[in-house]
């Protein structure tokens, strides 16, 4: 069993930038891959950033390109998101999740693992 707690969500005014963390119990965090998705109020939820075991590969979603950046710190057992130039639309309650091949995904559906979420709200 592995355990993600999400942290770091806020208010924060558009501009801003947040930092939110996913801290995984065990001793196999850095034999996973990790991701970051997203559910605003009324909308499905939707693929943020991946990153594989290593950290030497990611893939960010087209939405936040350039503005977010997904990272880990295996000795840390902590996966991190960087919020930078926050828009109202990324207002939305944010999860992390664990993938046991290591690889990284897009796809809810091979993730193994799930946060209970943190919410970030960015005032207009």
């Known amino acids: 069993q592995v355990q993600l707690v999400e942290s770091g969500g806020g208010l924060v005014q558009a501009g801003g930038s947040l930092r939110l963390s996913c801290v995984a119990s065990?001793?196999?965090?850095?034999?996973?891959?990790m991701g970051w998705f997203r559910q605003a109020p009324g909308k499905e939820r939707e693929f943020v950033a991946t990153?594989?075991?290593?950290?030497?590969?990611?893939y960010h979603a087209d939405s936040v390109k350039g503005r977010f950046t997904i990272s880990r710190d295996n000795a840390k057992n902590t996966v991190y998101l960087q919020m930078n130039s926050l828009k109202p639309e990324d207002t939305a309650v944010y999860y992390c999740?664990?993938?046991?091949?290591?690889?990284?995904?897009?796809?809810?559906?091979?993730?193994?693992?799930w946060g209970q979420g943190t919410q970030v709200t960015v005032s207009s």
């Open positions: 999740a664990a993938e046991a091949s290591g690889r990284g995904a897009r796809s809810m559906s091979v993730y193994d693992y």
């Open positions: 065990g001793r196999g965090f850095s034999t996973y891959a």
């Open positions: 990153i594989n075991w290593s950290g030497g590969t990611t």
